[in-house]
């Protein structure tokens, strides 16, 4: 499965950590909002390079959050950010089932 996440940064910071949604990244690439390939680690979390960049977007593939069985696919994950961008899908599919988010502490 692909993922694209794109996210802004304060230009002033020379190194930020993400956590990405995954346990495996394959043909991971991260571009600053100029096009400029970013250089960064994983170790746990992802350590990226980004003085002066404003916008990065991490793409890559990740096993682990799909399932496919017969012809219905699952996506599922667990996650602490407060607020996600929208999921786009790269072909006609529909949702059939969104779990309500959790509210309680």
């Known amino acids: 499965m692909k993922l694209d996440y794109p996210l ?15 346990e495996i990244f394959e043909n991971m690439i991260i571009l600053d909002q100029d096009g400029v390939l970013l250089d960064y680690t994983i170790d746990g979390s992802t350590v990226i390079d980004v003085l002066g ?38 072909f006609n599919c529909n949702v059939f089932y969104l779990h309500p988010l959790w509210g309680g502490v």
């Open 8 to 22: 802004e940064v304060d230009s002033t910071v020379a190194r930020i950590n993400v956590t990405l949604l995954g």
């Open 53 to 90: 960049s404003q916008r990065v977007n991490i793409s890559y593939y990740t096993t682990g959050l799909s399932n496919k069985t017969s012809v219905l696919w699952t996506l599922r994950f667990n996650t602490l950010i407060e607020t996600l961008t929208p999921l786009s899908f790269s």
